[in-house]
């Protein structure tokens, strides 16, 4: 009796993927995930200006929260997830209000319900004189609150959903001072750490690298 001959059973080799097409797929995937984390959970930022000095000097490359006083649902006000309100003495990046094409970075200084006064170059939260260690003065010339906020501001109380927010050199500060409150639906986040500092790689500051923002 014959033996029946076996079938040969041919399978279809799977085309080798190339380096290039490995690499060209981890790339798109890294693009992907660099966008996702600049959108919802970090974004970088670097510091243009001496407004926030000493805390923050020119060139210092800083990042910042996004998601810690929650994301903004689009087409409302809310906020979700939301970690923490802004609160006094947290460093802010926002929208400008009076140029919404740019972000400036400073401190909140007050909260919605807080009064703020500035009596020559002393900051008072509802009547007091709060402890800090960040905000500065180094000019001594004194200003008349009639011819410039910077030195002397009348009391004001800040609205429920905003935030007061000053620069930490603040004789050299353009901020609710001279241009009010910011909406805290404008905040973008906030800033914890310097990843890098220096104006070009032949002025690198190395004492600053990854230096928490307080």
Do not use: C
């Not at 085309?15 to 693009?31: D, K, S």
């Not at 994301?71 to 309100?85: A, C, V």
């Not at 500035?118 to 402890?131: A, C, F, R, S």
Request: proline share 7%; glycine share 6%.
């Amino acid at each position: 009796m014959r033996a029946k001959p076996e079938k040969a059973i041919v399978t279809q080799e799977k085309p080798t993927r190339t380096i290039f097409q490995e690499y060209a797929e981890a790339f798109v995937v890294a693009v992907i995930l660099a966008i996702i984390i600049r959108a919802v959970l970090v974004q970088a930022f670097k510091i243009p200006s001496s407004s926030m000095e000493p805390t923050l000097l020119v060139g210092d490359h800083i990042l910042v929260n996004k998601f810690i006083y929650g994301l903004r649902i689009p087409f409302t006000d809310e906020r979700w997830p939301r970690f923490k309100d802004p609160k006094r003495g947290d460093v802010i990046v926002f929208i400008y209000p009076e140029d919404r094409t740019k972000d400036f970075i400073k401190r909140v200084v007050a909260v919605g319900g807080e009064t703020i006064e500035i009596q020559n170059k002393k900051v008072l939260i509802n009547g007091k004189e709060p402890p800090e260690h960040y905000g500065h003065f180094f000019s001594n010339v004194m200003l008349p609150g009639d011819m410039n906020p910077r030195d002397n501001m009348p009391p004001v109380k800040v609205p429920e959903g905003t935030v007061f927010v000053m620069g930490d050199n603040r004789d050299f500060s353009h901020d609710s001072r001279f241009w009010g409150f910011v909406p805290i639906e404008d905040i973008k986040g906030e800033a914890f750490i310097i990843y890098y500092s220096g104006k070009d790689f032949e002025q690198v500051r190395w004492n600053r690298f990854l230096k928490i923002i307080r």
